[in-house]
């Protein structure tokens, strides 16, 4: 069973920081690739950031370009999201997202999901 926990979400000051994770365990795919949405109060949920097994491509939302890093650590199954410069349109909960053998851009394309952790950025 494929299991994304996450953590790191928070309360912060805009421009600070904030790093979220996402252990991933159950795994048995070899294509796939991992990220992250967002979804702030009366909005859809969007992608953010993601990173493929196949290359280590790295794909950002225009939004967070600049100011987001995502990486992984294969050794311990984790994939980060290193949050810099916050804003307060950053305020939403985030989602840890694997699709196999595709690409993250919709939510329809997700095959798993985490449960979510608050991200909030005050001004």
């Known amino acids: 069973e494929v299991q994304l926990v996450e953590s790191g979400g928070g309360l912060v000051q805009a421009g600070g920081s904030l790093r979220l994770s996402c252990a991933a365990s159950?795994?048995?795919?070899?294509?796939?690739?991992i990220g992250w949405f967002r979804q702030a109060p009366g909005k859809e949920r969007e992608a953010v950031s993601s990173?493929?097994?196949?290359?280590?491509?790295?794909h950002y939302a225009d939004s967070v370009k600049g100011r987001f890093t995502i990486s992984s650590d294969n050794a311990k199954n984790t994939v980060y999201l290193q949050m810099n410069s916050l804003k307060p349109e950053d305020t939403a909960v985030y989602y840890c997202?694997?699709?196999?053998?595709?690409?993250?851009?919709?939510?329809?394309?997700?095959?798993?999901w985490g449960q979510g952790t608050q991200v909030t950025v005050s001004s």
């Open positions: 159950g795994f048995t795919f070899d294509d796939y690739a």
């Open positions: 990173i493929s097994s196949s290359d280590g491509s790295t």
């Open positions: 997202a694997v699709v196999i053998s595709g690409t993250i851009v919709v939510p329809s394309f997700v095959d798993y």
